[in-house]
């Protein structure tokens, strides 16, 4: 606060000085000095003779660093305003970062549940549907023939002859590698519409719709015979392998899957019994016959 703290009248003449003081000022004090020169009218010529009025202000300080109280609101504010700054960035940043993270997660999970999804239905050995696939797939196969009469569904059951023999001469990653071989030979005769699964072992099974008024079954499974026949080099080219398979046919309109394999599997039992390296149609005759897996 800016007052008057002391103040001092010095008086001056010719003959005497008197100064008249009230209170005392501490050091350091601004002061400033006025002259009253009232007395150069009774002809004081000396200009330091007259009246001099001296008084002295309270020591002030100058900037806000000075001021505690000041500077103490100064820091506080601006603590304040920082960390709510942070607060606001952190919100900000947290959700984004909340939000790439579920999004991280969840895109995680689908490509796991794809993955087993299709564990759970393809062979684990060709990639090929199973058995729980196929007759997924064959079920609606004959429920879209039962719809178009213009269709019906067909299944070639394929065994490959002989495959105990490689495993047992040449070891089972001969034979896998066989199987293999097979999947692709198969898969290679086929359109893409149609459907080549594994049933499991040295069995495969393929779905195909087919019109009712041609032979196009008894062509595919002519192909078929043909491809498989192909030599197989095995063991790094070491030892070539010349595959045959045994193919039962069975079409027509049927009420379930398991039905249209069971006529296919009869007639592939036929196809062996006939000497291997064929192709059989389903037919009553067939139906008679128990069906091996030789």
């Known amino acids: 606060m800016t007052g008057v703290q002391t ?6 003449s010719r003959y005497s000085r008197i100064t008249f003081a009230n209170g005392s000022a501490p050091p350091g004090t601004q002061s400033t000095q006025i002259p009253l020169l009232a007395g150069h009218d009774a002809g004081l010529t000396n200009p330091h003779e007259g009246w001099s009025l001296q ?3 309270a020591n002030t300080t100058s900037g806000i660093l000075n001021d505690r109280n000041a500077l103490a609101l100064l820091l506080g504010g601006t603590l304040l305003s920082t960390l709510l700054g942070l607060l606001v ?3 900000a940043t ?3 970062r909340a939000r790439s993270l579920v999004r991280s997660k969840t895109r995680e999970l689908s490509e796991k549940n794809r993955a087993l999804s299709y564990q759970a239905l393809h062979d684990t050995l060709t990639g090929l549907p199973n058995r729980a696939l196929v007759l997924d797939r064959a079920e609606r196969m004959l429920a ?3 719809r178009d009469p213009h269709i019906v569904a067909g299944a070639l059951f394929v065994d490959v002859d002989n495959f105990k023999q490689v495993n047992d001469s040449l070891g089972h990653a001969a034979g896998d590698h066989l199987l293999k071989v097979v999947g692709e030979r198969l898969l290679s005769t086929v359109r893409d ?3 080549v699964g594994r049933l499991g072992g040295d069995e495969f099974v393929v779905l195909v719709e087919s019109p009712t008024d041609d032979t196009a079954l008894d062509t595919l499974a002519e192909r078929m015979t043909k491809t498989l026949r192909e030599p197989v080099d095995l063991q790094d080219g070491q030892e070539t392998f010349s595959v045959t398979a045994s193919i039962g046919v069975a079409a027509g309109r049927l009420q379930t899957a398991d039905e249209l394999l069971r ?4 007639a592939l039992y036929s196809a062996k019994t006939k000497g291997k ?3 059989t149609r389903y037919s009553t005759r067939t139906s008679t016959q128990t069906p091996t897996n030789a």
């Open 193 to 195: 519409q149609d459907t």
């Open 55 to 57: 008084s002295y202000n």
């Open 263 to 266: 006529n296919a599997d009869l």
């Open 89 to 91: 960035l952190i919100l």
């Open 7 to 12: 103040c001092a009248l010095p008086i001056y």
């Open 144 to 146: 879209r023939a039962a």
């Open 277 to 279: 390296d064929r192709y």
């Open 94 to 96: 947290g959700r984004t």
